[in-house]
């Protein structure tokens, strides 16, 4: 009883005594001799007890010490690893496994504290552990980075359902052990299918760009609608890591929501029924999922931007308010299929420096695509923003090409690489008309048929090996730099702004130069 109040009482500091020492290690500890390693004062009460050997095991909970148990024998006994590895897993399994989770001992985010959200914790981890498929101390772990330090949007906690959740931390966890194994731990990509030709994707930065082409390749003339969605992590993928995680949804959906509305629960369906007699034309052509997943605020922007796009060859892009802040919304219609934008667009963002919070993509079946980008305010002032949207309604019109390679790769911007298309087209153009020369001599021959068609097939066969498009883009792609100095040379002269500047050097001479005059 005396040693037992002297523990109540007794505060340690980090590496003092057997439970200091395992706090400062956050690991087990196997004292042989108990009474030297622990304080005089305690050493005193273990030396009246009769305590000898002790192991001192750590409850630790996503990198922070909750609690230090120790563990004491009064027989003198040599380190036993078997031993400590069976109060750790013990410790694990029966202790940490069943702690509450989000308890107030954890350092909360503030933003996903709320009763929701723990309970939606508390049932992904139960039912990952049975499962059985990983080890219970590596699911608490993981799942209490999941949701607090990864920093994936609170929108796709409260999107999925826990057994969704539950696939993708499962998911989460085999991408981390599979790029462990390849000696690079941050290099995580993978897929995961959930339905033909859909699935999610995980992968790191650097590999996105490879991800973004197979989504492409997946869904390239594919007629039916398409939801997709792309999350980056504002945290890194481990505590003491740089990488964030980005994760591609891509699900495929069939058509007419109508016979889906009895599915839902009464104050949804009563909620459909209405705004089918209001709406009917954007239920016409989307799904069901599209009404569940969208509020109704959310389902009337789409409509109007839906309906706008309609009237309109060009893609229709509004700069949006987000109750969030710290992200800046954009939201696109047009009716270029969506996979078209997803490089592009990647490219366009990297070379603008931002970095990109969320995507959200919905296709309809009249053949609209709806595109909410969603960028992080960092480095977004207003003069950026007006040039980035600029810029994106340039890249909606492009065509598309296969030379899009110099702009995805950063050796030319978009507006270097759009001169670059257009002086291809008219170098490819220009250099099969007709000159003066050969104009002349054809009319030189009009008495002479066969040498006329010698010449029309001389001129044919140089003209095919001469202009083609694939050694004008040949030239163009072994000469950036030349595409740069004249796309500079041009904006110099045609630029609005530039000839403002121009004009207003010559209409406002100096006083000296009106008297010259």
Known sequence: IPYRKFCETKVLQEGEGLAGKALRTKKPIWFQDAIAESTPDMGKYLKEVGFKSACAVPVVCSNQTLAIIVLYDKDTRQPDQKLIDGHSGFVSRKIVGGLPLFQGS??????????????????????????????????????????????????????????????????FISAKHLAASTGDREGIKLFVPTEPDSGVWLSTSRHSKEIEDMIQQTTTNNLEIISFNHYRSSGPVYPDGTAHLHMFILNRLPFGPLK?????????????????????????????????DKPLRTRRKYEALVHEALQQIHPVIKIVPNENEEVWELNIASRTNFTRYLAPLSSLVSQYQLKL???????????????????????????????????????????????ESLFLSGRLNLHEYTYALAAARYAFYFMRQDSDEYIALMNGLTNDPLNMARLRALQKNLRADMATESKIWSCIDQHTDLIRELWQEFKN?????????????YTSPSPRDRTRS
Request: aromatic share 10%; charged share 25%.
């Open 260 to 292: 889906e509305i009895e599915k839902m629960d009464k104050k949804r369906a009563e909620e459909a029924e209405e705004e089918l007699s209001e709406v009917g034309n954007i239920w016409g052509i989307t799904t069901a999922h599209f009404f569940k």
């Open 493 to 505: 002269k045609h630029d609005p702004v530039l000839c403002v500047d121009t004009c207003l050097l």
């Open 357 to 403: 919070a969320r995507l959200y993509v919905d296709t309809f079946a009249n053949g609209i695509v709806v595109l909410r980008l969603l960028l992080l305010r960092a480095n977004l002032t207003t003069e950026v923003q007006q040039r980035f949207v600029e810029d994106l309604s340039l890249l909606a019109i492009l065509p598309h090409s296969e030379k």
């Open 106 to 171: 954890c350092d909360l985010n503030r933003k996903y504290n709320s009763l929701v959200m723990k309970e939606q914790m508390r049932l992904v981890f139960h039912l990952l552990v049975h499962q059985g498929v990983f080890q219970v101390d590596v699911l608490y772990d993981t799942i209490t980075w999941y949701y607090r330090g990864l920093g994936l949007p609170s929108f796709y906690f409260e999107h999925f359902s826990p057994e969704i959740i539950s696939k993708h931390i499962t998911s």
